[in-house]
């Protein structure tokens, strides 16, 4: 899509040639939006708004997943980590940052970082990282962000992004702090972990299904897993149950429990209208199936099969 960036310059450029009734309404407009980048109208904006901590959004090929991570890079944070599971795939999430910054000046392609100012002058420091083997995720130790992205989640193991989550974080007052995890079907059963993770929106099976961009709140519980629980109410353990009524002062700050929200929002190629002109669905539609439904629907049922050396069915 044409960013923000791209727009304005044009319009800058031919102030001089509109009508002078024109000129006014023209410099209002380039000095009210001076954003980098703009969400699409309807699912892309939806998930640029959310509130939730962790946002999942996908599903379909060409909804404009990548672009929301820059989008959000861009616009609304400060200290950023992108994450793929292979270096050679950051290319072209690179290569659009030079399309909306309108340059390479502050990239450091050693190092993989981009450090920048907003048009408002805010600072701006994204880093580009990837972990192809095991191990590498601890390189990240220490590396506070307030905002990390997980690009094609699926790919990455589940181990990897959990253990990155723990430096989410900021002291600087007023900066949110929030997880995106972009993804499609995953075609392996390595990349299944992500309809656990977003369980009440992708599992079919689940017996409280959530409706797109709801948020529900999860916590962990006494032996670190995964929990869904009715609300943001912090609670603390007491004999293997959650206990609501409890005096903080009582208690460490770590042994309370306090949810973090999550919500799933599916997009696909049509929400996408300069994907969707471009002949890209023709495509989509002549790929074999699986993957053709799960690209051009987002089917998180098809196409799964179970490792040949798994022991234990995933069906049982």
């Not at 000129?23 to 954003?35: F, H, S, T, V």
């Not at 609304?76 to 290569?95: S, Y």
Request: net charge negative; charged share 30%; glycine share 8%.
């Amino acid at each position: 899509m044409t960013s923000a960036a791209d727009i304005r310059k044009v319009a800058i450029d031919l102030y001089d040639y509109l009508p002078l009734s024109k000129r006014e309404e023209m410099r209002r407009l380039i000095e009210e939006d001076p954003r980098l980048w703009r969400p699409l109208p309807g699912p892309q904006t939806d998930a640029f708004r959310s509130e939730a901590d962790v946002v999942g959004y996908g599903g379909a090929a060409g909804g404009g997943k990548t672009d929301l991570a820059c989008g959000l890079a861009t616009t609304q944070h400060r200290k950023v980590g992108i994450f793929r599971h292979a270096g050679t795939e950051l290319e072209p999430i690179i290569d659009r940052f030079a399309s909306l910054l309108g340059t390479r000046d502050g990239f450091n392609g050693q190092r993989n970082v981009w450090r920048f100012r907003r048009p408002d002058g805010t600072p701006v420091q994204v880093e580009f990282c990837s972990y192809p083997n095991v191990g590498d995720e601890t390189k990240q130790q220490g590396h506070d962000r307030d905002l990390l992205v997980f690009d094609e989640a699926a790919n990455q193991r589940e181990s990897q992004v959990r253990f990155v989550l723990g430096w989410l974080r900021s002291i600087r007052k007023g900066q949110r702090c929030r997880v995106l995890m972009t993804f499609n079907p995953p075609t392996n059963t390595e990349g299944r972990w992500v309809v656990r993770y977003f369980a009440p929106w992708l599992d079919r099976r689940h017996p409280n299904p959530a409706e797109a961009g709801e948020l529900r709140w999860f916590a962990v519980d006494e032996r670190g897993k995964d929990i869904e629980v009715p609300d943001d109410r912090p609670f603390v353990w007491i004999d293997g149950s959650q206990v609501y009524d409890f005096d903080e002062d009582d208690y460490s700050e770590v042994d309370i429990q306090r949810p973090m929200s999550r919500t799933f929002i599916p997009s696909r190629v049509t929400d996408n209208p300069f994907l969707a002109k471009s002949g890209y669905v023709r495509r989509l539609q002549a790929l074999p199936e699986p993957l053709r439904s799960m690209m051009l629907y987002g089917d998180f049922a098809a196409g799964l099969e179970d490792d040949p050396f798994q022991v234990i069915p995933t069906a049982w």
